[in-house]
């Protein structure tokens, strides 16, 4: 059974800061990654989709990486601000059509 | 932009009660999915479809069923909810393929005293 980790689970830091959060997956055999933003009581906003045989994509001050065969995501946010303070959250598709596992999130404060 | 609507933010309903949740998406995806979301727990697949009438179990799909009449339409049934039923629910939805990118709407809210 596909498992997800995200660590750390919560982050604090001053606004301004190039930042790391990590996602580590059990089973390399994915079809894709997404990573997606979450704000209190609110729905999922897609941020990036990575397919299975990329290494990474990019869309503004975020980027992130995907190393399939070590089971590990990488979101990169560059030059924190205070409006990207919400939950972060990395899921795997396991095929075509199926749903998708998540990860239980990193919490994010960007300290204005 | 892709929009996923769901019928209510915020229900209340109470033990034993019929609960339908709606959903509603318009940019004609094949591929439906409903999950909860839960502290400690993450968000987890109920169930999906890949097709109007088809449909399939997810990872937690005990005490729910759905329908999918139409193509933009996914409906969550609870036949008889129950308290432990109380979460947040998402529905999403995505077109099959390379670029299978899921959207996902606002979610409900449901508590059941």
């Known amino acids: 059974k596909q498992e997800v980790t995200q660590i750390p689970a919560a982050l604090s830091v001053p606004e301004g800061e190039n930042l790391v959060l990590n996602c580590s997956f059990t089973?390399?055999?994915?079809?894709?990654l997404q990573w997606f933003r979450q704000d209190p009581g609110k729905g999922l906003t897609s941020l990036l989709l990575?397919?299975?045989?990329?290494r990474e994509q990019t869309s503004g001050r975020l980027n992130a990486s995907l190393d399939k065969s070590s089971g590990r995501s990488t979101l990169y946010i560059a030059a924190s601000q205070p409006g990207d303070s919400a939950t972060y959250l990395c899921?795997?598709?396991?095929?075509?059509?199926?749903?998708?596992?998540f990860g239980k999130g990193t919490h994010l404060i960007i300290q204005p | 932009d892709v929009k996923v609507t769901q019928s209510s933010r915020y229900l209340v309903k109470r033990t034993g009660e019929k609960v339908f949740l709606e959903c509603v998406q318009d940019?004609?995806?094949?591929?439906m999915f409903w999950y909860r979301q839960d502290p400690g727990l993450g968000l987890r697949l109920i169930y999906f479809?890949?097709?109007?009438?088809?449909?399939e179990k997810g990872d937690i799909p005990e005490g729910y069923s759905v329908s999918r009449e139409k193509k933009e339409r996914f409906s969550l049934i609870l036949e008889s909810a129950s308290t432990n039923q109380t979460s947040m629910y998402l529905c999403?939805?995505?077109?099959?393929?390379?670029?299978?990118?899921?959207?996902f709407g606002p979610g409900t809210r449901l508590t059941v005293l």
């Open positions: 899921a795997v598709r396991r095929g075509g059509a199926d749903g998708l596992t």
């Open positions: 089973d390399s055999a994915i079809y894709n």
């Open positions: 940019m004609d995806h094949e591929n």
């Open positions: 990575i397919q299975s045989s990329q």
């Open positions: 479809s890949y097709d109007v009438k088809m449909k």
């Open positions: 999403a939805s995505a077109t099959p393929g390379v670029h299978n990118e899921q959207f």
